[in-house]
Each structure stands twice: as C-alpha cells, then as structure tokens.
C-alpha cells in the first residue's frame, strides 16, 4: 500500500513556475485525490506506529489538513500549533517556541495551548514538508521530554537534521525533482 501511495503522491505533485525565477510546490492534487487523502493517514501513521504516539501536533495551516488524518490512523487525538501574528489571538495560555529560521529565511513563533500536552504524553509532529527542520526543531523545544519525532510527506533535510530530529519521511527531494 505504502508504494502505491508514493506513486500517487509522486504522479499528483506538480512544481508551478510563477516566472519569477524560483519554482513553488503545487501540492492541492494530493488533498484533490481521494486515493491519497484514504491513505495518507495510515501512510505517516505506519511511520511511527511502534514508537506508540498519544498524541498529534501540527502547525499552520497545511499540517491541519495532514495532522488529524494521522491523529485518526493511531487513534489519538490532535493538537494545532499556531503561527503568531497569523490570526487573532487565542484566549487560552499559550507556550510559545521561537521558529528561528524557516526556509524562507522569516522568523517566526509556533504556539499550543499549554493544557493539552500532558507530562506523559508522546508526541508526534506531523506536518506535509520537511525543508529545514525549523518547525519541528521549535516544536520539539515546546516538548523535548515527550517528543517522539516528526512524520512528513516531504523531508528535504540534510542526513545530520534528519537523525537530530528523528524525521521520517514518505518521500525524499529526489523523488519530486523538476529536472
Ligand atoms: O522545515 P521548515 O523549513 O520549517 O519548512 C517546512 C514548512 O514549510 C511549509 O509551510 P509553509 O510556510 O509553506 O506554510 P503552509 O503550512 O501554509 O503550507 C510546510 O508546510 C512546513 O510547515
């Protein structure tokens, strides 16, 4: 199965050139696929199955769509990490990390409600990319005693940030490549 959703997400990911010079990541046609969206949840889930996550968190706003289809594959529930500034701001106490750098050289700061990760909680961040590690890496900051690792669709990290941050990945750069 895990093949067969590789392929999926390998054939339905398209790059958009804006004619600026860069390339951008078309990733809508995954979430347009039914195949994709009935699997993905089981696909990341599958990842990190053995090392028993209680719990999912996610940032902003992709990994709201991605984060609870794997909170519903393990059977746990789910957590949203906000980006400050992003919205209006939340009423509940907030623990906040500092994002120092993410991969558009912006800093940032990722919060949760302080309430909802408890001191045996295990951790599971998820969210659909992976290009410098920086929100998983603030992320864990907010939890590093419950932090069991991060699960993503994409993982464009070197080797060192990969093992730092035990990242697990369906997909590697190499496999949406435009060249
Ligand atoms: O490994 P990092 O350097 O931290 O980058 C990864 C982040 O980049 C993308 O978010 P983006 O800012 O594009 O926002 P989105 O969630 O709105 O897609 C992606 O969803 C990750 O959250």
Not at 13 to 24: I, K, N, S
Not at 58 to 73: D, I, N
Not at 110 to 122: E, F, K, M, Q, Y
Request: charged share 20%.
């Amino acid at each position: 199965m895990t093949t067969d959703l590789r392929d999926h997400l390998r054939a339905e990911f398209r790059w958009t050139d804006p004619g600026e010079g860069y390339l951008v990541s078309d990733r809508s046609g995954w979430w347009r696929s039914p195949a994709i969206l009935a699997g993905l949840g089981d696909g990341l889930a599958d990842l990190f199955r053995a090392d028993r996550p209680t719990v999912v968190v996610s940032p902003e706003v992709t990994g709201f769509l991605v984060g609870p289809l794997v909170a519903r594959a393990l059977g746990v529930g789910f957590v949203e990490a906000y980006r400050a500034g992003a919205r209006l701001p939340i009423a509940e106490p907030m623990t906040w990390a500092e994002v120092p750098s993410d991969h558009r050289g912006k800093k940032q700061q990722l919060g949760v409600r302080s309430h909802l990760i408890a001191p045996h909680d295990r951790v599971l961040v998820v969210d659909d990319w992976s290009a410098t590690g920086a929100q998983a890496r603030a992320l864990r900051s907010l939890f590093p005693h419950n932090y069991v690792g991060t699960a993503v669709i994409v993982n464009e990290c070197p080797p060192p940030v990969t093992a730092e941050l035990n990242l697990r990945a369906l997909l590697t750069a190499a496999d949406i490549d435009p060249d």
